[in-house]
Nanobody, 122 residues
Framework: QVQVVESGGGSVQPGGSLRLSCAAS????????MGWYRQAPGKQRELVAR???????YYVDSVKGRFTISKNNAKNTVYLQMNGLKPEDTAVYYC????????????????WGQGTQVTVSS
């Protein structure tokens, strides 16, 4: 009933930039929070950035000052602007959206995007 469409990954040189996008669609009543996660080979999936309603966003220490998370509430879309990319940022990036559906019960949903590869190398 709720779908997540993710895009924007690619390959860049160190110091380059990418902008990831993630849009939620379907029978949505409200979005509670949206976030970006990443998983590098041999490592656990980690939270990179998260943005909720009415509070400042969260960033993992390793990306502070380089990445910016933002959202467009009208479009149920979250973005991750990634500047000053480093080789250690190389990973598959996943979008997660939490909210409630447009139904009598307003059931909770927790949906993931398909993942997009970000590669930073010379």
């Amino acid at each position: 009933q709720v779908q997540v469409v993710e895009s924007g990954g690619g390959s860049v040189q160190p110091g380059g930039s990418l902008r990831l996008s993630c849009a939620a669609s379907g029978r949505i009543f409200s979005i509670d929070d949206m976030g970006w996660y990443r998983q590098a080979p041999g490592k656990q999936r980690e939270l990179v950035a998260r943005i909720g309603t009415g509070e400042s966003p969260y960033y993992v220490d390793s990306v502070k000052g380089r990445f910016t998370i933002s959202k467009n509430n009208a479009k149920n879309t979250v973005y991750l602007q990634m500047n000053g990319l480093k080789p250690e940022d190389t990973a598959v990036y996943y979008c997660n959206v939490d909210g409630h559906g447009s139904s009598l019960s307003m059931s909770y949903f927790h949906e993931w995007g398909q993942g997009t590869q970000v590669t930073v190398s010379s």
